[in-house]
């Protein structure tokens, strides 16, 4: 384990922002993690992992844990079903592949999709129909300020939309060390019908798919509207997607008729929110070196050399031009640091 000094984090972060880290150390097992917890000349830690989700503002001004650790393994499967735990330095997408690669299914809706297995529960990832939640049995966590390892299941975790424990009262206590998953090994259960997932795989004439052919229906649609962060600096979406109440989306859909809204409950509707960025009129902007994506407004963009701060500020610009024009506010999905 060693530590370095005032390194670039334009590496480590899809938005490609090039702030320092003061102090700098990847982490390969759960000992080194503990060692560098026991730091005493470096009191103030900042976990690190894909670096996927989250725009960096500022220099981080402390020991920055990259979380490199690897591993993936069955613990144990009968006819139906595998339980597989992934490590939290392993890439989401090749974890995806490797179970789709073993034909083991419930992950491939969310192929492609940004970031490391260790910050997946944190955002509860989720993408055309499937949240990470739907696979999720547990994750073994390690306690900050007690350096030892717990467990947490799914109904630990306080999975919701974009949500979990992890970003609310365990948010700095705790870092996810390993995932675990039950996953199908036949009779997979396919989820087409959201999105153009179904369209996709008819172009591909795909009449019967397999779990296959839907990760690769989703890459296809991911890759046509979202640009790659090797080539183009982004975080995937950028916002979530607003619910606002059954009664509000009528109003709006009174001066706006083609609003898309799915249900959520009896008393809620979700918007997405690309198409109130959309109607504003963000969509393909440029701002100098940053700016909206021409082909999907939930993406903000680093053309280049463009600071978090640039991109900040256009965030915010969005955020009230859409509640100006629809009365609805709308989030960040990812973490501003």
């Known amino acids: ?96 592949l490797w179970c789709l690669e073993n034909d083991f299914g419930g992950l491939e809706n969310l192929s492609l999709i940004p970031g490391n297995v260790g910050s997946a529960p944190i955002q509860n990832i989720g993408a055309y129909g499937i949240e990470l939640k739907d696979a999720f049995v547990s994750c073994e966590v390690l306690d900050i300020k007690t350096k030892t390892l717990k467990t947490y299941t799914k109904e630990d975790c306080k999975f919701d939309y974009r949500n979990s424990i992890f970003k609310q009262e365990e948010k700095g206590k705790s870092i996810i060390c390993n995932v675990t998953f039950k996953l199908s090994k036949k009779n997979h259960k396919l989820h087409t019908s959201y999105g153009s997932i179904s369209n996709q795989l008819a172009e591909m004439k795909i009449v019967h798919p397999t779990i296959q052919d839907v990760s690769k229906a989703v890459i296809k649609i991911r890759q046509s509207k979202l640009p790659d962060p ?74 280049g050399t463009a600071n978090g701060n640039d991109i900040l500020e256009l965030a915010r610009l969005i955020q009230k031009t859409v509640n100006q024009l629809f009365n609805i506010a709308i989030q960040a999905e990812v973490n501003i640091i």
Not at 41 to 68: C, Q, R, W, Y
Not at 253 to 278: C, H, M, Q, R
């Open 230 to 303: 090797k080539k183009i600096g982004n975080s995937g979406s950028f916002f979530k997607n607003p619910v606002i109440s059954t009664n509000a989306y009528s109003k709006l859909k009174e001066n706006f008729p083609d609003i898309p809204g799915y249900t959520v409950s009896d008393t809620e509707i979700k918007v997405p929110a690309g198409w109130l960025i959309e109607k504003t009129g963000f969509k393909g902007k440029q701002f100098g070196d940053y700016g909206v994506h021409k082909e999907q407004a939930l993406v903000l963009v680093n053309y």
């Open 1 to 96: 384990m060693q530590i370095k000094h005032n390194i670039s984090l334009k590496p480590y972060n899809t938005f490609g922002i090039d702030a320092l880290a003061r102090h700098f150390v990847t982490i390969q097992s759960v000992e080194e993690l503990k060692q560098a917890l026991t730091l005493k000349n470096h009191p103030e830690i900042f976990i690190l992992g894909g670096g996927s989700n989250m725009l960096l503002t500022k220099n981080i001004d402390a020991l920055v844990l990259h979380l490199n650790i690897k591993g993936i393994s069955i613990i144990s499967e009968d006819d139906q079903f595998v339980i597989v735990q992934a490590h939290a330095g392993e890439n989401w997408h090749e974890f995806v």
